[in-house]
């Protein structure tokens, strides 16, 4: 799966955002040793996880992982079996859903049929008895961050659908909750309105200040909205890193597998000298030059994961590249703006190379059974030993 690019955030003529390196910040949220069982079942297991104030968090992992139970757990639906949540410092474990400074945006959006736009989103603050003119002024407020001024009589039923996203989102900011959960928020719109509104959430976040964390199975999601993500599976969370250092630099086997698209190599490591490291990986096979790699012995078995778009396909043998082999085109996957070359070696081995489609269809270079040259380089590729 090719993953969005990364938009920078904030932009980068400022000071960087990153408050995760910085030993003296004091998160918002913290998990502590948390797990959550139900019956014999671990939903989570042993957490520990801090996010900070004014972060875009992500929560990422297939079905099942327990992102969902951690976003229950910040609202108040579930208590932790084992140990603490806090926000803002406080302990979160006796407070119930209605008294803690969070609010949740559904995937349904869950707006009310026969309220206008303007109702919905003031519902929650004449709830809580607020004078008539605060409540106009924050709607007022609400419907010029989400650009829904010229919607706010309609009913939910005449407007769009990415219209209703950013009413159910305007309606859980407008009570300016400490922090905003968002589960599968874009699940509902299909993909070309989805990719639009999450730039528009990513900027509201950004000029409210809200620490937003958004519960998602999309890759490209995750990777275009989030400042962090947290990759999590059976109750675990495997990396929490910035979307660029969890794609280029994955800990795992598993996080260089789950996000985007990886080639995977098993060999056996080796270090020739102090400046160079190698992967033997098929009998025949010169080894795969690599960058040499601290804490993992010699002789030890690895991984080598390195992404199709680093990976160059020719016709000739080039010179200029540390490593390269030989193989013939087995499949393409035309995807518009880029193919995806499937060369088989002749060790048997399949390798994905990605090139942009620069020239149109009818004049491209490499077509099915052509044999080619794949070449990358050392820096190309990271070396996994779990």
């Known amino acids: ?17 990153a408050p995760w390196d910085d030993p003296d910040a ?6 502590k040793n948390v ?34 139970t951690m976003m229950r757990m910040l609202a108040g639906f579930e208590r932790a079996t084992e140990g603490t949540i806090t926000l803002g410092g406080q302990d979160m474990g ?24 303007w109702d919905n989103i003031a519902f929650g603050l004449k709830r809580d008895k607020l004078p008539k003119d605060k409540i106009e002024a924050r ?95 059976h109750g675990k969370i495997i990396q929490v890193d910035t979307p660029a250092r969890v794609y280029e630099q994955p800990s795992s086997v598993y996080v260089a597998d789950f996000i985007g698209d990886v080639n995977l190599i098993e060999g056996v490591y080796t270090r020739p000298t102090p400046e160079r490291g190698e992967i033997a ?3 025949g096979e010169p080894p795969i030059a690599v960058d040499p790699v601290d804490g993992i012995t010699i002789g030890t078995r690895v991984t080598y994961a390195i ?50 489609n620069a020239s149109r269809i009818a004049r491209r270079e490499f077509t099915w059974d052509d044999e080619v040259w794949l070449s990358w380089r050392e820096t190309a590729g990271v070396v996994l030993a779990k």
Do not use: W
Request: proline share 7%.
């Open 1 to 17: 799966m090719a993953v969005a690019p990364h938009k920078p955030r904030p932009n980068p003529n400022q000071n960087v955002f």
């Open 26 to 31: 004091v998160p918002l949220i913290r998990f």
């Open 35 to 68: 797990s959550k069982r139900f019956g014999d079942f671990t939903a989570i297991d042993d957490l520990t996880l801090d996010i900070y104030e004014r972060e875009f968090f992500a929560l990422l992992g297939p079905s099942g992982c327990g992102k969902t």
């Open 94 to 117: 006796g407070i119930p859903p209605n008294e803690r400074p969070v609010n949740m945006m559904f995937q349904s959006y869950a707006l009310f049929p026969h309220l206008s736009v």
């Open 139 to 233: 709607v007022s407020e609400m419907l010029r961050l989400t650009r829904l001024e010229q919607f706010a009589k309609r009913k939910p039923h005449q407007i769009s659908g990415g219209q209703r996203q950013r009413v159910a989102l305007a309606r859980a900011l407008a009570k300016a909750p400490k922090l905003l959960l968002l589960d599968e928020p874009l699940g509902a719109l299909d993909r070309k309105l989805r990719e639009e509104t999450q730039f528009e959430l990513m900027d509201i976040q950004e000029k409210t200040g809200t620490t937003f964390v958004i519960v998602t199975h999309d890759q490209e999601e995750a990777m275009t909205v989030a400042s962090r993500i947290a990759v999590m599976d």
């Open 281 to 283: 990986y098929a009998e």
């Open 307 to 356: 992404r199709p778009e680093k990976i160059r396909v020719s016709r000739e043998e080039p010179d200029d590249r540390a490593n390269r082999a030989f193989g013939k085109i087995i499949d393409i996957g035309y995807l518009g703006n880029t193919s995806t070359y499937h060369v088989e070696l002749s060790t048997g081995q399949m390798v994905k190379a990605a090139m942009t």
